[in-house]
């Protein structure tokens, strides 16, 4: 059963950082393309930062320049530093593969705030 857990969320100040975790099980993590995604109240889910299996990198042009994505292959954990956050950040951050696929659910993820 492929399992995908969040963390590292929380309340943050405008201009302040986060490192949000993805840990992955269930699925033979390091063959697949991964991503970040978030959703906004009242909006749909995002793509905000994909990685290929072999380390390439993709932003959308919201989070360029201010958002890393990484992969440990060896501990089957994704990887998103946020820095100079807005509140536009505002959401609820989610991994999982890049496209996503109807076989690996959706996990809870990680609720980011941004206000001062």
């Known amino acids: 059963q492929v399992q995908l857990v969040e963390s590292g969320g929380g309340l943050v100040q405008p201009g302040g950082s986060l490192r949000l975790s993805c840990a992955a099980s269930g699925i033979v993590f390091s063959v697949n393309p991964m991503g970040w995604y978030r959703q906004a109240p009242g909006k749909q889910r995002e793509l905000v930062a994909a990685i290929s299996r072999g380390g390439s990198t993709l932003y959308a042009d919201s989070v360029k320049g201010r958002f890393t994505i990484s992969r440990d292959n060896a501990k089957n954990t994704l990887f998103l530093q946020m820095n100079s956050l807005k509140p536009e950040d505002t959401a609820v951050y989610y991994c999982?593969?890049?496209?996503?696929?109807?076989?690996?659910?959706w996990g809870q993820g990680t609720q980011v705030t941004v206000s001062s």
């Open positions: 999982n593969t890049n496209p996503s696929v109807s076989s690996v659910s």
